[in-house]
């Protein structure tokens, strides 16, 4: 329980010092946690533990919003799939059918050369960039 009430009194502090120094508000339900599913592999489980070290320090009260995040599997930072194999896999092979929709979506475009570039600057960077952040095995 140490390191986890660790970290949320680091996330409680930073979004004190955020409004305090720049006037920013942290949007706490936006704060993701995952919990490794070779240690939790039950949301239910997970979800008491984590509101037991918020109620377990009157201080973390800013954070009691943070709830909406938690994950045994996986999540996604920033574009980016993190978790197990299983889900990092299945969520890249949503993203590749997302893509595989779209580009027949393109179909209605007649000029080659605007097809063309539609396909290497919008369609084609979805992908590579997954492909260069993820890291799992094919």
Not at 14 to 19: P, Y
Not at 78 to 103: L, R, S, Y
Request: glycine share 6%; charged share 20%.
């Amino acid at each position: 329980m140490a390191p986890l009430a660790e970290c949320f009194a680091l996330g409680a502090q930073l979004k004190k010092v955020l409004k305090q120094d720049f006037d920013l508000d942290a949007d706490v339900p936006k704060f993701n946690c995952i919990f490794p599913g070779y240690r939790i592999n039950d949301y239910d489980h997970a979800h008491a533990l984590f509101q037991n070290a918020l109620q377990a320090n009157p201080q973390l009260a800013s954070l009691s919003g943070m709830d909406a995040g938690i994950s045994t599997t996986g999540l996604r930072v920033a574009g980016v799939p993190i978790g197990t194999d299983e889900w990092v896999q299945q969520f890249a092979q949503e993203k590749a059918a997302a893509v595989h929709v779209d580009v027949s979506k393109l179909d209605i475009i007649s000029d080659g050369f605007i097809h063309y570039q539609m396909l290497r600057f919008c369609q084609n960077t979805r992908l590579v960039f997954l492909g260069r952040n993820t890291f799992f095995l094919l």
